[in-house]
């Protein structure tokens, strides 16, 4: 652990809290900010991934709902994935969780 | 002791996740395992969160551009080696993000027609990649990468009919080939899922070490848990029945090829699923039906045409697990029918200790079970645990007490008084039983649990098992000290008479005898183990065989003192043990006999290593061992280094490295002369191996056990020829003109041929002709 003053206050607000990024492949993943670059290159701990149903599996739910008024719901297919990289390059959108308590203090 | 495993660099600190055995909390054995791939079951995936979330994009990307390059903004406590730990799972990587995956699954058909043949192929398949699982690779690279099964596992099913090949838009068509997937090959399927989870059900409730043995993770996916065995069973009679009605369908080979394939699950599946209490309770085993249907299954073989296509690594893109996408582990069919083979045949030979001969008998047929080479799968060492210890009972119907005393009566044979069952009846607090009491349950307290890590110990990997021992000895040494006192105290109790020696009166001490005995050998099954292991490197072996030497000398002092006193009881004439058959005295017959056992076993090891001494000292000295280069070590270190363990223990002491160098190398003595030694003893050795191996089963306490003893003596007697050979070699080189040199000589260590503890060094002459040149 370094005492070191932070590069970036801003940045640093978010290390430890909950973010939802958004990769070009449209996945989302959710975890907690650890640490972060120049590049955008992020690390997240806890991480689940999300990612949405295939076009086929969805054409598949409409077909045996035909008739249900109103859309059809499907559940984000999900699983845990741990510590894991986002490379900058990949990363489209950024969100934080605005949560009542902070990531921290809900263990 | 802490285990930490395997790649879990990454958060894994912040989730230590301990998998210690509530039931065996045994302080020695506790796993502490540190992994990102055990999280799961832990941490249910959440819905994604969807309200709650600002989109901080463009300030993020704002303030990440000033930052300078090579500049971070972190956590202070998120440390660089977890920084690297995540470096494993780079999300978009193709190498290491599993997510990048193609989702072949989804495009998969599990009711496209196949031939009865393919059926019979998948099945092969399948059961190699199960017994890759039983052998330590992951569910990932093996079984759940078969896409039948991921169909019928994906959705979660909580109960059989919610198990199915068809996927939801799929129309109903009910042709033979449909019915053959759904009544043969999906019984099959969920039957060998049930047997994992029965398989890993059990590993887990005992000492096994994750990752170094096998893998029990399932990334979430329930292998059928809330199934019951019995439905499943019942799954495969319908399928039996099925078969049969459609007998005319196939050919007679494959009808059979089907039909054994299911009857052999089923009987797999039978004995997997029984649970530890019903073998304890007598239950009959199929294991014996198993291997005969393992035969056919294996003949039949042939018949079957192997589906690639049903397998993808594919599947990992959805599991729970932070390890970047592994290839499918292919294990041959033959290589998994004999393992599963060797399964069968140890699952029935363990029961054997369910019949209690004695605890000597149990101890050595632990000792031999483990032994065996290859070892047995961690499945079975898992077993073998529960079937010995389970809910506070040994072998479901003994208490720790019992087999303890026993374990103290047959080696020392101490008054009848100490071990008295009676006494326990005892409530006077100034009867002296009453306080001889209160010390012998201190000591089946205290030396109880050394005594059942002993046999767990016993059932881990052999490199574990060495580790573990080095720990082992401590406490049974600071035991052997608390059991003296004990032992001081119950003297007073029993009211024991001295014994004169010349060296002053002498006392029993049986528990302690005991205690120190079991140090000793287990001190000695480290440095086998090191042979065995090959942990030593050649020009170590003299050493380390004067080690072994010192430690079974000090050993058959001690047995010969247990002797001397385990002869006093009980004190009749000579005329009285004649007139009837007293079961003191018969328990007395016992104990010396097997006293006798263990010193005919300690000097024929005795003798044997001391011939290995002579002979690896003679190599050295004439150069001929080769010794591998060490610029940042030296032998003093080295030394030090294999001692470690024993550095601390109170007796036998370890010798000083310059006076150990002087015992080992012998410099008074000539070469010649060292293997003339050798030679004698070699002699004698063999001919206390041969009387061993003549001995019968009762007498060497090998009653459950005969064949492993019988195969080790033999080893024994391999290597002591075999040494035998080596030392005339030598000394005829050693006497001819050209001498004993590396240009004349060719020695290499030969492991194979001989004991794993006794590997023999292969001398052969050099060609003095000049070679042919081309």
Redesign the interface.
Known sequence: ???SP???P???S???Q?L?IT???T????GE????????NL?L??T????YP?A??LA??V??EKGTVGGVKM??????????????E?V????????PLKPAERY | MVQTSGNGL??GI??WHSIVNVANPAKGLARLILR?DD??AM?P?????TD??????A???E?????????????????LL??V???E?????PKMDS?MLE?EY??FDALQPRLPEEVVGIMDQLLSHEMAWHMGSALSQTLFTCLYIDRLLSSSPKTLKETTFA???EVEADTKERQLLENVLRPYCLALVKCCYCVNQQIMMEHIYEEEDFVTQTY?VSLLDSVEPNEVLNLLDDALVWLETSKDLYTEGIFNALKYRISHRRALLHDLSRETEEWHTGAVPEWDTSLELLGKVEITHKLGIPVSEAFSTSVQR?????VPPRPIVELSFEDAISSLKKLCVEGKDMLKVLKYQGSTNLVNYFLSFMARRPSPSPYIRSLLQSLFFKDMKILGVMSVKQVLFDDVRELCNPVELLLDPRNELVEAPHDPRFDIVKRTNWFVERAGRSYLDLFRNICQNRSRLRRNLCHAILDWDSLQVESEEIDSELRELTKEDAQVTPNGPSYSFPLSSWVYLYKLRQMEWIILLGFELEVYQPHEFAGMYWYLQHYVRTKIGHIERIRGFAALNPKLSSKQKKKKVIPAVEQQQKALSQLTFYLLEASAIQELSGAMINAYTALARLDLLKKPPQPYSSDSLRYDLRMKPFFTIGCPEVVPFDIFETLVDNPETQTLELLEIASESITQARKDFDQLSKLDANTARVVLCEDAFRTNSREMLRSCIGLGVAVAVLTKALKSPGGATNETLDVEIDKARYHPSFPVPSIKNKKQTPQKKR
């Not at chain 1, 996945?27 to 959710?30: I, S």
């Not at chain 1, 699983?79 to 490379?87: D, E, F, S």
């Not at chain 2, 995936?45 to 969160?49: A, F, G, H, Q």
């Not at chain 2, 303030?63 to 440390?79: H, I, R």
Request: proline share 5%.
């Open positions: 652990m370094d005492d932070t590069p970036s801003f940045l640093q978010f290390i430890s909950t939802r990769t070009t492949d996945r989302v993943f959710v900010l650890k640490c972060t670059d120049k590049a955008k690390i701990s806890r689940h991934e999300y990612r295939a086929s599996e598949a739910v077909e045996k559940a984000l297919k999900s699983r845990y994935i741990g510590l894991v990289v986002v490379p900058g990949y489209v959108k950024v969100e934080v969780e605005d949560g | 990454g958060d912040f989730l990102d999280i799961p941490h995936t959440p819905p994604l969160p709650s979330f600002r989109d901080i994009t300030e993020f990307f303030a990440s551009e000033k930052l300078n390059v090579g500049q971070l903004v972190k956590d202070p406590y998120f440390t977890q920084a730990g995540a470096l799972a780079r999300i978009m990587d997510g989702a989804e495009s996927s939801s838009a979430n959805k599991l729970a697990s932070q």
